[in-house]
């Protein structure tokens, strides 16, 4: 017997061995590519929301009441489409921001509402990856609405005489400008995620897809990759926030001008507004406008700006108004008016 070809023979399998338990954990359908890189051909594994069997029942009746408040928002595009309110300017941006609400969460709800019904909780890359980009492009967009919405207010309150024509002309442009910011403010980050290396175990300690779990589980040092997301998310949200309070502020003290009764509808109203925004903005500054990391507590939090605040905004932005009232009885009345009429024609 050779002894050398055994000894060489024995050698390349320890290698062959050793080259194999230096591949990434997850890279179990990985194809290697001309320039070293993985394809990602794996799935994510969710870890949840929660694991309290009946605080995840609560979530679920909560989650219940989101999709009336749902159907709440296609009532309201239905009764602005259908109403002289179809051609003000802020009922423009409201019919928008109730479109922007129904698309943003979708984004997460169903998966959300799915997992909650399941044991194993898994998502494919490539659904993670979309996931990613939809939730920062919607809910970029959503960010940009609520800001062309504050400035509605400002100029119906401190411009009056110029308010028509100012927002006649610049709406569409507005609009515009919203969906080009959210697309902005969306991109670099699915770029940062999709050009990540994952290695290790493919857990994310969330129950969506997002920047800051995926850098916890790629194989490259993320500083740098954390640094953008801070400032694309972060700082990105801190500027919009500020702005709106300073925009907000100027309103309320125009609003001293104003008699008593005057003043305390006004005060309701956007105080409402300023809540919305403090639900919306303060978690989103807490979770991105810190060092690259995640804490258990992200979930809860996240909960906020991707559920709560978007299930509250028909409810303060739309139905608190008067003329929105006036205008759902008026379509719905007359619609319930017909369907009776038809009723009674085929009876006879």
Known sequence: MDWHMVERDCL????????ASKQPVNSQRA?????????KGFGVLLLGLLYDQNIEIFCFVLLFCYVALLAGNLLILVSIRCSPLFHQPMYYFFRHLSSMDI????????????????QRKTISYSNCMLQV????????TEIFILTAIAFDHYAAICKPLHYVITMNRTRCNLLLATWAGGAVHAFPLFSTAIGLPFCGPNEIDHYFCDVFPLLKVACI????????????SGM?????????????GIILFTLRNLSAEERRKALSTYGSHIT????????????????????PEDKV???????IAPMFNPLIYTLRHSEMKKAMRKVWGRSLELQRGRRQYTRR
């Open 133 to 140: 980009l939809t939730v920062h492009f919607f809910g970029g």
């Open 236 to 248: 990105f949200g801190l500027v919009v926030f500020i702005v709106l309070f300073v925009s907000y």
């Open 221 to 232: 040092d993320t500083y740098i990759t954390g640094v953008l997301v801070v400032a694309f």
């Open 31 to 39: 194809e290697k590519e001309p320039d070293g890189r993985h394809i």
């Open 12 to 19: 390349a399998s320890v290698h062959e061995d050793e080259t």
């Open 103 to 118: 698309c943003y969460t979708l984004t997460v709800t169903p998966k959300l509402i799915a997992d909650l019904l399941v």
């Open 276 to 295: 919305v925004v403090i639900l919306f903005f303060g978690p989103v500054i807490f979770i991105y406008l810190r060092p690259p990391t995640t804490f």
């Open 301 to 307: 939090f996240a909960l906020f700006y991707t559920i």
